[in-house]
């Protein structure tokens, strides 16, 4: 099977505007989270969904969203960017909520 | 609130030495434990999770709830083991996917 891909790979914004980020999970996959990776912060939890609805949501202020699509296909949203979402965001999928996870390559967003 | 520390940032070992990779929680019910390893340039992948109680790639881990613990050891290090380790966790029941990460330890291994 295909693993997780994420589109675009790179991403280079500047500060107050808005992002866009997808995921497509491994086939047959109904879950999909997102994570950011910084340096700083390390790995941290954005939010999870799982047949198009959001099961859970991390520590994120509200400018960060998400949705599902009916064939599992995910994105992200960033409004009104700031330099500190300058990361690596990670998508990961599993075929039910709280299985093992597969995660994607990540897309590298870098907010000038 | 649930936390992973991974005490060493970096861990260099000499080949065919044994490795022990440090993982300590905090969280106040029952935890679900993971070990995820990022190899150069490749997708962090899941190497083990506590609750197989598999040896995969010859490491293995035991998760120890009276000093919160689950650490990843390994007898005799090959080069191949080189990467970034991660320890994660989430609750055993409810909290879907939702994954508290470690900050990682970089394993070394030296010839």
């Known amino acids: 099977k295909a693993g997780v891909t994420q589109t675009p790979r790179y991403l280079i914004k500047t500060r107050g505007q808005q992002v866009t980020l997808s995921c497509s999970p491994i086939?047959?996959?109904?879950?999909v989270s997102w994570y950011q990776q910084t340096p700083g912060q390390g790995l941290q939890f954005l939010f999870e969904?799982?047949?198009?609805?959001?099961?859970n949501k991390g520590n994120f202020p509200g400018r960060f969203s998400g949705r599902q699509f009916s064939n599992s296909r995910s994105e992200m949203n960033v409004s009104t960017l700031e330099l500190g979402d300058s990361a690596l965001y990670l998508c990961?999928?599993?075929?039910?909520?709280?299985?093992?996870?597969?995660f994607g390559p990540g897309t590298r967003l870098t907010v000038l | 609130a649930q936390r992973v520390t991974q005490p060493e940032k970096l861990l260099s070992v000499f080949k065919g030495a044994p490795v022990e990779l440090k993982c300590n929680y905090s969280?106040?019910?029952?935890?679900?434990l993971f070990w995820y390893v990022q190899y150069s340039r490749q997708r962090l992948q899941l190497l083990l999770r506590?609750?197989s109680r598999e040896s995969i790639k010859g490491f293995t881990a035991d998760l120890n709830k009276g000093e919160t613990s689950f650490h990843l050891k390994k007898p005799f290090a090959q080069e191949e083991d080189s990467a970034m380790y991660y320890c994660?966790?989430?609750?055993?029941?409810?909290?879907?996917?939702?994954?508290?990460f470690g900050t990682g330890t970089q394993l070394k291994v030296e010839l």
């Open positions: 990961a999928s599993s075929l039910e909520s709280r299985g093992n996870l597969g």
């Open positions: 086939s047959g996959h109904r879950s």
């Open positions: 969904y799982f047949s198009e609805t959001q099961r």
């Open positions: 969280y106040s019910g029952s935890p679900e």
């Open positions: 506590h609750i």
């Open positions: 994660a966790l989430r609750g055993l029941t409810g909290g879907g996917n939702k994954l508290t």
